[in-house]
């Protein structure tokens, strides 16, 4: 997009309410945050996009070693047969991978596959690492792209390569591996509400919606502005699937060979679609300050006069010394085009310093999630500034908390779960337990059991009517 | 390594003045630096070792982004026409490519290769992008995985798969463009002298040297404790080769339509291998504080007298709340077996605490880099072993400065280059100018141009005695 392009950025995004598929198009096209790479189904996440990744990154990673994981990184290519090592995990990866079988100039004897998860390479290497019950827990996370050839593709929801983070650990035990899966879970729960203040629902996932080779899968579930609902992060409890495919063996304190449990757990660039879709608003992005590529933006009024841009620079020394990510907008552009890039591109807070607000020793504070205006005193604007990021911080996620309470209903019969997500909800109802009755559910509503409630509030299966095992979240999904 | 392993670490390690070698194997692979993983030429890079690099990543992050560099994230699969579209880089590249030829279970209409460096994608996308002068200049970096398949492999020095970042830049003019060049192989020397004590020689290659699709390329090169040359990184001025091949045009301020220049640049893993060979001794890893995991180790004397397990808490927190990197090995293991482990491992201060030295309010603080120790006042312990670490970063690139000034000579004729390596010399020499003579001193040394010297101060080529154009630094290289 040229900077001299005065047309009205809201006009370029499609309508958030009457075409949502479009407005996410034009909103991650727009906004620079993402480009479509020369192969089908790949994205470039752009300088805007990544500062956003970066920012995500940083606030994991400071969690995950904080709970004792150190990072690692493991090889891209996999041999296909480490795949077939592990039923399950073979039938459900092994239709979406892309395969090397050339390299250096020759014909490879054993086709590779490029990583679509690395349950299968961590489990090898870790047969080989751990030998006794001193070597455990071992607790490793690596940042990595992975591929997954997917034939419907959208920027950061669904891309052939994506990035991500993928922690695997092993454990003497059940219940330290069990523990392991559900503080993990708790983990990225606690980051999606305090970082990009999307209030998630987490719980167990049915054995058709598990991860393939899981003996129990735990998701968060995020609601978007269209209803639908976004699986933001997994947390697998793989038992001793993996231990015993990999022969991952351990002697024990009692002089016994035992296998070991283990756990998986990732979250990708994925978090940043969900970011788009629960906070942005018709005129384009919204962004949570924790992981904003830029906080503020400072736009000077009649930059030309005396005083303002010398101002603005001050101000701008004194935020960033402060900690706060922030830019100083002093192109040749005019300040309702600065207003609408930057509103658009959905930086959290806009400082406009104008010559007659300066001369009475105020700014103003713009504040993108409620775009709403007002005065404060230059004097004290570093602060300001700051316990405005983190008012709008929580009050980001108290909308959108409150938001998805509003969309959250209760449904005893089929025709009441497809009503209820036909309008975009989410519709609990309860479940017997078996799959023809998932299945059909998902056949009449083009719903998918998304995680168990913590409760069952339901008596009865809201398909067959027998004695509900579980109470269910249903949506429509991503 | 068994936790309670109580042999000799010392001997477990190969000789490193008889057999160097040997000797690099040894300690990448038991100190857990790394470890080889299942595809032939692949590597495994354990916690220990990616420490290092995510220590490595946030020093260089951080000079990129103070010289205004943004970093994205472009795809790994790039189609194989992409490379024809320039001439040399597809020759230098194209024969050590992993191609990707099927995928999502069916064969690709046209393979794909994993990345070997990503000129050309990134190439692809800014002709997209870069419209007019006000688009420029375009800084971007990336951190990824990239692949050339090689036939004789070595840890963190020649791998299959390797981490680095690679910034690609494109400006309007020539002189912008070498700018950044020259620049970033600034940048690169910098880092390498202060934060991994490794002094280096920086200057421009040899044609036959210099980057497949390059105008010029410019290296840093670092002496190994063998005498051989490392390639360290390398940055280089592109013209309008890539410009030219895929169309990257800008509307300049007089109205023309311009190919903009483009430069690229990038250090990678290889880096963790310059580190260990540049400072390890006969214990085996000698490891700068500002890159090295734990700057220091605790290590109880006596752990289960009174108060010093207490003691060593208490310093690990002021260490820690100060920003020290440390360790407290509360294992079980005897001191004796800690000093061995941590010394081969390369931590930079050991700190010894033990129940008399504590009575007289002292600690030992032990240094890796001369395995000389010294008492040091308990109440005074935090800032001593912050100026002890600062300390050990200077002398070691000094020590490091000096050893290899002393193995700098010059020659003046092809008998006089061989002697000169064979005894473990960097060899200034002149030379021509022409590849004959630059192909006849590999064949009779095994040497190669690494970079020219800043200054000619030899009047004749040392193969054909006609008239040098440059005084180059000759070297064997790994």
Known sequence: MSKNDNRNFVEQIADIETDF??????????????????????MVIRP????????IQKELDKRFKATGHQNAYFPLLIPMSFFTKEAEHVEGFAPEVAVVTHAGGEELTEPLAIRPTSETIFGNMYSKWIQSYRDLP????????VMRWEKTTRPFLRTSEFLWQEGHTAHATEDEAMEETMKMLDVYREFAEN????????????????FAGAVA??????????GKSLQAGTSHFLGQNFAKAFNIKFLDKDGAQKYVYTSSWGVSTRLIGALIMAHGDARGLVLPPAVAPYQAVIVPIAAKKGGVMEA???????????????????????????????????VPVRIEVGPRDLEEGKIVLFRRDTCTKDFYPLANAVQEVETLL?????????????RRDSRIIDADDVDGILKGVESGNFVKAGWCGCRECEDKIKERTAATARVFAPENTHEKCAVCGKKALHTVFFARAY
Chains 1, 2 share one sequence.
């Open 138 to 145: 071992v607790l490793i996370n690596q940042w990595a792209n």
């Open 48 to 55: 805007y996009g990544y500062a956003i990744w970066e920012n």
């Open 390 to 402: 983190g008012t709008i911080q929580k009050d980001m996620l108290e909308a959108a908390r409150v």
């Open 312 to 346: 603005c620079a001050q101000l701008k020394a004194k935020l960033e010394e402060a900690g706060v990510r922030v830019l100083l907008d002093d192109t040749d552009n005019s300040p309702g085009w600065k207003f609408n890039e930057w509103e658009m591109r959905g």
């Open 21 to 42: 598929p479009r407005w996410y198009t034009d909103v991650v096209i727009k906004t620079q945050l993402v480009d479509y790479g020369p192969v089908k189904g790949t």
């Open 217 to 226: 899968t735990f998701g968060m579930e995020a609601m978007m502005k269209d």
């Open 195 to 210: 970082c990009l203040s999307i209030p998630v629902i987490t719980g167990r996932k049915t054995e058709k919606e598990k």
